[in-house]
């Protein structure tokens, strides 16, 4: 039920984020230096932003989002988060998310639907992030599709949609 319930709101939101990202380019893909996936420069933000999604205490949001029409949807309340101080205001959402985590890391997998179109590229990337939380391990799988747009010689996020399609949980063993 859990799970069937989470692929319904994932799908939604992704239907969602796919509407409002109609009007943008879009793009895909770990780094690879050819045309269909993004290459190192363009996966920049996303490493950026994955490292300071894993560190749960402490760390300084970097700059990876675009300056103006940031949108993200995400999985925690209220799920979309644009408009000015949209990085801000996910970020206070994001560390409250995962305040009772432990152990972040995430792995990507190949970029799938990789485009680009002069200073705006878009790709899904499957994710899995895996961690603790009190009792258990946990793994989830995933799609984050990434809009980016390239400024003054830099690409920024402009635009990301998480949707998890698979979760697991690990009771912990007592010694």
């Not at 796919?18 to 996966?43: I, K």
């Not at 793994?139 to 949609?161: M, N």
């Amino acid at each position: 039920m859990k799970i069937a319930s989470g692929i319904r709101r994932a799908f939604s939101l992704l239907v969602l984020l796919s509407g409002l990202l109609l009007s943008a380019q879009l793009l895909p893909s770990p780094p690879s230096d050819s045309p269909d996936g993004p290459n190192e420069a363009m996966m920049a933000p996303v490493t950026a932003l994955a490292r300071y999604m894993a560190q749960v205490d402490g760390a300084v949001l970097p700059s990876v989002f675009a300056d103006d029409g940031l949108v993200i949807v995400e999985n925690f309340p209220p799920y979309i988060f644009n408009g000015k101080n949209a990085a801000e205001h996910w970020a206070a959402g994001y560390r409250k998310h995962v305040e009772r985590l432990g152990e972040l890391k995430c792995d990507f997998a190949k970029a799938h639907d990789f485009d680009r179109s002069g200073d705006r590229a878009y790709f899904v990337l499957p994710t899995t992030w895996r961690g603790l939380q009190p009792g258990s391990r946990f793994e989830e799988h995933g799609a984050w599709a990434f809009v980016l747009a390239k400024s003054s010689g830099q690409w920024r996020i402009i635009a990301y949609g998480w949707g998890a399609n698979d979760e697991t949980d690990w009771p912990m063993k007592t010694p």
